[in-house]
């Protein structure tokens, strides 16, 4: 089975990007944001009619597999995959909106490092290649590191970048070390082959741990997920809107996709025997990340500061979800990515504008985060609560339940603040922009995606049963098999309890909101900003407990 | 099988991790973070490393004489692409540092 639409999510943003370098050189600059507006567009059209395609393999220069050995390069479609492109092209679409009224002075080259970084975003979620997986992730990255630099006068944003360039590139070594003790092993850089080369050589030892603790590590540091997230609260603080849009409504996300995407078709049946032990280790991380970076948001005062604990917490959340290492856990973890992802971009769109529209972005935006069931959080949630029931770990939900309402009671708070400045007259809270009606409709759009998400339930079962399938992969992409039918995965529905879990959470956050706005919890008012030592220094820590944890678990 | 090169690449990484911690100085904290990256570099050629196997140029030798794996020296060479493009993308930042605030304190003040 193949499609020749599957290069044209990384193709049309990179020539995207290429006229509008030309763009800047012609000097006819007014032009920029309409180019990049209709390549990101096209980008989303051409991965939502990648949908209708999952179960192709397309193979590079027609370099298919023989006899189940790949030498080629593959994109192997699947719907998770091609719903992270979707989901990128369309958080892209809102930053291009958002752009011209928040970055002074952006031109071509501002719209072609977005548009190189959603080429980069594309290929890493079609990549059926680990060795290429890292390519796209580098690609997106170093386009990010430059966009958080953008504004060169600014000596915050960049220490920032430096922070987020050097810690991020450590993850990139890590992930690069991992692949090369892979290919040592097995011979192998398609991720299909890979896994099949481990399972046949079956063996969980020194080697497989090493080379695991590496690629995971590697990919959690670009997720933020603590102890690796001071990168993400200097760049998320200080660099330009349309990146943090970007950063808070996909790039996080990607990293704990790619742990996810490298678990199902690399490691699981290597694990088969420890899979309770690495449960515990990934959902522990999610979990202290997301109450840990909940508490933190609402003991600080900065408005986009607090945002970006937000976005941590929230990463850790789908951390738990697809720690639970099932079926029904991808599931749940696939609707909360979309429905947290753009409503995290929404509320970073709605910082940026002063007045009662942006007040309004916050409030909804809250309200989305704290997991009101309009929106795809609640139902995401209930998901990633029902695999945490099935996986014997039913008492992480009042975990989440927590970081819910303190979350949610932290951008709730903003949002009245904005909405009372507004009232006043004032510019808004502190560090909160002038921003003009762009950020308003991207905002706008991202919840109303947000909201719709929330129709994924039944898709988000079948996604997901296709995406734990190790074995079906390897046939799909390796023997040309047609794509099997999915095993059945119930489609990821509200419980009693989750629906009580959901109540307490929003209903917690609304409570929480005065209490905060009265100052009680509030203590952090200056941070101090984390030098790009501080952050590797906390990454090989924790890249260490990892490491040990896995090796205790297996041992 | 000699573990020689293993240890270097090892010792390449965390040296170079030592230096980005501890770095008072921007420009030593760039290089420091190049020195962790040609670890990879190593542990990448060590790994399709063989013993009295001859480069995979095929033009002038038997095609059945053993070569070293020419695939990751294909990785190596994206892997320094990579590396290159994020150490210019540094400097370039270290330099409007210094010339915003007349130091290279990765601290600030």
Known sequence: VTTNLAPLPVVVPLAAAAVLLAIDVLSIRRWAPAVAFAAAVAETAVAVALLHHTGSVVWFGGWAPRHGVAIGVAFTIDRIGAAGAVLGGGVVTAAVLATPSTVDDAGGLFYALLMTALAGIAGFCLSGDLFNMFVFFELMAVSAFALAAYRTRDVASLRAALSFAVTNSVGAFLVIIGIALLYARTGALNLAQIGRQLTADGRADRLVIMATTCVVVGFLIKAAIAPFHLWLVDTASSAPVPLVMVLAGVLDTLGVFAVARVYWTVLAPSFAAHHAAVRAILVGAGALTAVGAALAAVRTEQPRRRLAFVMISHTGVLLVGVGCLSAAGVAGAAVYAVGDGTAKAALVAGLARAGRAGGALLALGGLAVAGAPVFATALGKAGIDGALSSAGLGWVPILLVLTSALTGAAMLDLAVRVWRAAGEGGVGAGGVGAGGVGPVVGGAALLGGSAAAALLGRWAGGAAGAFTDTAGYAQRVLDGAAALPARAVPAVGFTTASGVADAVGLVGAVALTPLLARGVLRAVRRWRRSSPGDAVAWATVGAAAFATGLAVALR | ?109
């Open chain 2, 1 to 109: 099988v000699t573990y020689l090169p293993y240890a270097v690449a090892a010792w390449l990484f965390a040296v170079g991790l030592y230096g980005v911690v501890t770095s008072r100085n921007l420009l030593h904290q760039i290089i420091s973070l190049s020195v962790a990256q040609s670890s990879t570099y190593v542990l990448l050629l060590s790994v399709g490393f063989r013993t009295h196997a001859t480069a995979p140029v095929f033009a002038d030798v038997p095609a059945t004489r053993a070569a070293v794996d020419p695939v990751v020296q294909a990785l190596s060479l994206t892997d320094v692409v990579v590396g290159a493009t994020v150490t210019a993308l540094l400097l370039a930042i270290a330099v409007q540092v210094h010339k915003r605030t007349g130091s290279l304190d990765p601290e600030g003040t």
